[in-house]
């Protein structure tokens, strides 16, 4: 096993105990993350081929049409990384939320019986 894995881990179980619903939101918000990482590079290459292919002529010729899928692409692309933006912060901030309100129904109701 990957000794650096060990020690994320460490650090893991440690912020999972100092603060358990930060710790819930933040995984919530990287495991989003981490399912946006493959769009988002598809996204950057189509971005970059259609600018080399408006801008330069490395491929033998240059069209304006790729200039306007660039700008679209550019424009839709970062419209849509707002919004997931967005989404991400909202799921980790209610996931957080939530992790509290189950931590504060279980742990805090049996001690005040």
Same mark, same amino acid.
């Given at each position: 096993?990957?000794p650096?894995?060990?020690l ?6 440690? &912020?999972?105990r100092?603060?358990? *619903?930060?710790?819930? /939101?933040?995984?919530? /918000?990287e495991? +989003?993350?981490? %399912?946006?990482?493959?769009?988002i ?9 259609? #600018? ?10 240059? +069209? /304006?049409? #790729?200039?306007l +899928?660039?700008?679209? @692409? +550019? %424009?839709? @692309? #970062?419209?849509f990384? *707002?919004?997931? !933006? ?9 996931t *957080?939320?939530?992790? !509290?309100?189950v931590? &504060?129904?279980?742990?805090?109701e049996?001690?005040?019986?």
């Open positions: 096993m990957n650096f894995k060990i994320q881990i460490r650090k893991n179980i440690k &912020d999972a100092a603060n358990p *619903s930060k710790f819930a /939101g933040e995984q919530a /918000g495991m +989003l993350r981490g %399912i946006m990482i493959i769009p590079i598809i996204s950057v290459l189509g971005l970059g081929l259609f #600018f080399i292919m408006g801008y330069t002529h490395i491929f033998g010729f240059q +069209l /304006g049409f #790729f200039k +899928l660039f700008w679209l @692409g +550019l %424009i839709v @692309g #970062f419209i990384f *707002s919004l997931v !933006r967005r989404i991400i912060r909202a799921t980790s901030r209610v *957080s939320n939530q992790t !509290r309100r931590i &504060d129904a279980v742990v805090v049996p001690e005040n019986k």
